[in-house]
């Protein structure tokens, strides 16, 4: 059984960083992914895309309120997509969930929850001022 494992969350003030992490278990890694995603939600909200990673581009795509602040990044060696968060506002406060797909999604597909087989547990992140 393919599972995800997110981590990296807590609590930081205002203008701080994280980095989270994420890693693959049961007869898989990463690299056998072609599109991860991190995605991220608030209670009473929809989980939301905020970074993602493709394979067969090496292209990175940003959610527009995270440009510039967040950057996502992969290292096969270690079987890990980390998630570096800088300069980290009180909006960023959310469960960050990673997710990866086989498929190699188009751009318009990345948002899309249903685009994704297998999803991480979720990170916390609390922003405070």
């Known amino acids: 059984e393919v599972q995800l494992q997110a981590s990296g969350g807590g609590s930081v003030q205002a203008g701080g960083s994280l980095r989270l992490s994420c890693t693959a278990s049961g007869y898989t890694a990463m690299n056998d992914y072609n599109t991860i995603g991190w995605f991220r939600q608030v209670p009473g909200k929809e989980r939301e895309g905020v970074s993602f990673?493709?394979?067969?581009?090496?292209?990175?795509v940003n959610a527009n309120s995270v440009k510039g602040r967040f950057t996502i990044s992969r290292d096969n060696a270690k079987n890990m997509v980390y998630l570096q968060m800088n300069s980290l506002q009180l909006q960023d406060t959310a469960v960050y969930f990673c997710?990866?797909?086989?498929?190699?999604?188009?751009?318009?597909?990345?948002?899309?929850?249903?685009?994704?087989?297998?999803w991480g547990q979720g990170t916390l992140v609390t922003v405070s001022s």
């Open positions: 997710a990866v797909a086989k498929r190699r999604l188009i751009t318009s597909s990345l948002w899309t929850i249903t685009s994704y087989d297998y």
């Open positions: 990673l493709r394979k067969y581009d090496s292209n990175t």
